[in-house]
Each structure stands twice: as C-alpha cells, then as structure tokens.
C-alpha cells in the first residue's frame, strides 16, 4: 500500500518550496497508536488550533482484518473523547460521552481497541463540545484498505472550513442564527486543512479519491473537471459505480471516486453556491491503467421489518422530557449526565418529537426505541423543516432505500441527506448491541435538540 509518511518527506526533500497537500498517513494496521488532543501553532490563523497531530489531519491507515488500537491522551483544558464514525464497532469503543464511556478528562489516557468490520473510508472525531473541538481541528480520517485492493494512487481529501477572522482568531463556532437555520458557516475553506490546494497524485488513472466532508456545517455539491469520476463508494460502502455528475455531501458524510484524468490537471469543485467554487486542484501523476471496482454487498431485504416514523422538526415550544432514563455504560457502570459541555444552551429542534435535553434537563432522555438483536428496521425519515438535515446513525449501516425528491441510487450509508420537506426511508438490521446515537451531523443542530439514541439488547 501506500508509504504515506515516507513519500512526503521525499517530497519535501525535494521541492521544500512548495507546501505539499497532501495528507501524512499513519500506518495504524496492528499497532499501538497513541493520539494527543493537544493545542498547536496552527498555518491559518494565529490562534492555536486543536490538533490530534502537528497539523491538520491525522489520517489512520489499515487494512480490514487488522486491529485499531489508539490510545488518546487529552492534553486539552477540557473532557473529549473519540467517535469512530461509520465504524460498526463494539459499543464500549463508540466514543460517546455518558451513553458509552465516561468523558476522558483533561490528562487521562483511554484506549479505544477494535478491528473494524468493513473496509472503507471513515473519520473520527469527538462528541462533546464538538462544534468548538472539531470546529478548531479535531478530526481525522480512518482509512480501512479492502485485502486486495489495488490502486495506482490512493488519496485522502479532508473537506474542512475554518472559522476565522482578519486577525487569523477563530470567530464564535456556536451561533443562535446559525443554529435555528442551516448552522454557522466558516470563512475559510480548505482541502486537507490548506486553502485551494494544488494535490499531486501519483497516477493519472485508477486513482481512488477519498472525500470526506468533515465539515461541521456545510452541504457540498461535488463535481470534477478534467476527470472521468465514477462514485464507487458511499460513506465507505461500495456502490455500483455510477459517472459522478454532482453530488450532495453533508457534514459527516463520505465519497469515494475512481478518477481518470483526461488532462494534467484536474479540479474539485462546489457547486452549492450558485458560481462553483473551486476545492482543490488535482495534477496528474504518470501511472495509468485500469483497476478493478471493490465488490458491492448484496441486498437486505427489508420486507420483514419494523417501521418507525422519525420526525425531524423544528422545536416550537421549551421541551418538556419525561422520565429521564438512568443510562448503563458497557462496563456496567450506571450514571446519569449533567454537563455542560455535553448539553445545548438552548433547544431549537426536536428528533422524534423530542429535544436531546438543554438548559435544566441535564439528564440522559429516554432512548427513541429498543429493538432486540438482529431485529430489522426500516426508517421513514420525515424532514418537516426548510433545511437539509444529515441524519447519522451510530453501529451500524443503513440502506438507502427510497426518497420522495431527489432521486439517488440504492445504497448503503451512514449518514443520509434528508434535503428541506424530504421523506427518505432507510433500512437496517439492528444486530449491534449497545446504546446508540442518532442525530443529525450539522453539528450546531445536533446540539439543539436534534440528537437521540436507541438500544439494541
Ligand atoms: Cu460523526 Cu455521532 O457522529
Ligand atoms: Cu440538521
């Protein structure tokens, strides 16, 4: 596979004027890694930035069958933790504060160890306070390697704003307007945390683009010019590969492209706005030459399962919770949370006609619904509001089954764009036990009220 970290010192080497864009990778396949939550100078601004490594952002690499071992060290002034998004993992390695581990507080250590079930692309990142801790930096991309796959180039793109102003100072990454509408938006946009960069692949064909939107507001519409794109993979699920015109990629949600560059160069662009605006600059490498799409899972039927309607609102009145659930962590432990870092100052949106408690509910809520192992499930997702919601589901993978507005292809994902008055059912086979989390991926929503869990025994 790749020799990420080599090649870029060679590169360095031998061109030091120029930054490159691309990514270190950290070969993570069977070792014992250790990731600090610390401050750090960071390029764009002249606030430090929070970082899990020197610069933004640290990238996992392993192949599936091989185990993640990462032991995080917080050396921030407050709790975090890490959330291995996409990654149907044992729920005690889930990474949630108080519904599946205790928050690792300012100097302690907690090891996350699991082997990751499915190849594919993931990122983590932490699930407290995270629209200041991502929003700063913390975040990073798991890559999970299929045994035989072969491509000529294999490349990470970190979509992230930042929020900045002229002096460089992070601006307020939680604002009311921001949070009652489409979510605050950053100033600056980067592609592996440097503006418009220019990436240099090693191939001009059979190259595998890895978009990960970590974004902790914005929808990008994806396209590319100067390249044949074919999206071959969905939040890391192989899809039957179909020609990439524009695709809507929310916050926490994933594409993988095979490229073949018609050209020497190649652009990324959003087309959300109504000019596109340009990403990154993608130049063409020598290799060439054809490689084999990764296998697509078969179909779930889901004509056995049970429905639920799932009703994303806006929150109209103070939300009053019912009994608050005492919560059971994996190891036992039962607790109940009252913290502030982990609570919304206020509710603007309910999940299932209910608000993730703010202000005085400082308790765990009731989960949404309990399902017994292996029970399937299908979703309809109502979206009764003006704004795009992308709607994660934590353990476990959905299939996208239908949707009444945009038309997309059967696929699997983990987070699914339920797009202004949109009705998307998704399916899945609840066969993970544990606590988990559902809730939208715009983050600053997520932290208003539209967040719950289910338990799967
Ligand atoms: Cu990417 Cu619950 O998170
Ligand atoms: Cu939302």
């Known amino acids: 596979m790749l020799s990420g970290a080599g090649a870029l010192v060679g590169c360095t080497l031998l061109a030091p004027q120029r930054k490159s864009a691309r990514l270190d990778e950290i070969a993570a396949g069977n ?18 930035a929070w970082l899990y490594g020197e610069r933004p952002f640290a990238v996992l690499r392993l192949t599936k069958g091989e185990a993640l071992s990462v032991t995080l060290k917080n050396a921030l002034a407050e709790h975090s933790s890490i959330h291995w998004h996409g990654v149907r993992g044992p729920n005690a390695m889930d990474g949630v504060p108080y519904l599946t581990q205790l ?12 082997t990751p079930p499915d190849a594919g692309t993931f990122f983590f990142h932490p699930h407290c306070n995270t629209a200041a801790q991502l929003g700063r930096g913390l975040v990073g991309a798991l890559i999970v390697d299929e045994p035989d796959g072969h491509w000529n180039d294999d490349v990470v793109l970190m979509l992230k704003d930042w929020r900045l102003d002229d002096a460089g100072r992070f601006l307020p990454f939680f604002t009311e307007s921001g949070a009652s509408r489409a979510g605050t938006f950053g100033t600056l ?15 001009q064909g059979g190259v595998r683009a890895r978009l990960i939107n970590a974004d902790p507001s914005r929808i990008a519409e994806i396209g590319v010019e100067g390249a044949r794109a074919r999206v071959i993979a969905i ?48 130049r063409a490498g020598s290799q060439s030459g054809t490689v084999a799409d990764p296998a697509v899972a078969a179909p ?64 765990l809520p009731p989960p949404l619904f309990s399902l017994p192992r292996g029970r399937k499930v299908v979703l309809e997702i109502e979206n009764d509001t003006s704004r795009a919601h992308p709607i994660h589901v934590h353990g476990h993978t959905l299939t996208m089954l239908s949707a009444n507005l945009l038309k997309r292809p059967v696929h699997r994902a983990d987070t699914v764009l339920v797009l202004p008055n949109e009705r998307v059912t998704v399916g899945f086979v609840a066969d993970n036990p544990g606590n988990w989390m559902i809730h939208c991926h715009v983050i600053e929503h997520q932290e208003t009220g539209m967040m719950g869990w289910f338990r799967v025994s």
């Open 189 to 203: 946009r980067t592609v592996n945390g440097v503006a418009e960069p220019v990436i240099d692949l090693r191939a």
């Open 300 to 363: 779930v039927d889901f004509s056995d399962a049970w429905h639920h309607t799932l009703k994303l609102e806006a929150a109209v009145v103070a939300n009053v919770l019912p009994q608050p659930a005492p919560v059971v962590l994996p190891d036992g432990r039962r607790i109940e949370i009252a913290d502030s870092l982990c609570l919304a100052a206020g509710t603007f949106w309910t999940l299932d006609g209910q608000s993730w408690p703010g202000r005085d509910h400082a308790r």
């Open 103 to 114: 928050p690792v507080q300012p100097g302690e250590t907690f090891l996350y160890r699991l």
């Open 31 to 48: 070792r014992d890694i250790v990731l600090t939550a610390q401050e750090h100078d960071f390029a764009l601004g002249s606030d430090k």
């Open 235 to 282: 939040d890391g699920n192989p899809v039957a590969p179909f020609v990439l015109d524009t695709w809507k990629l929310g916050p926490g949600m994933r594409l993988d492209l095979a490229l073949d560059m018609t050209g020497d160069e190649a652009r990324l662009l959003d087309y959300f706005a109504a000019a596109p605006v340009l990403l990154a600059t993608l």
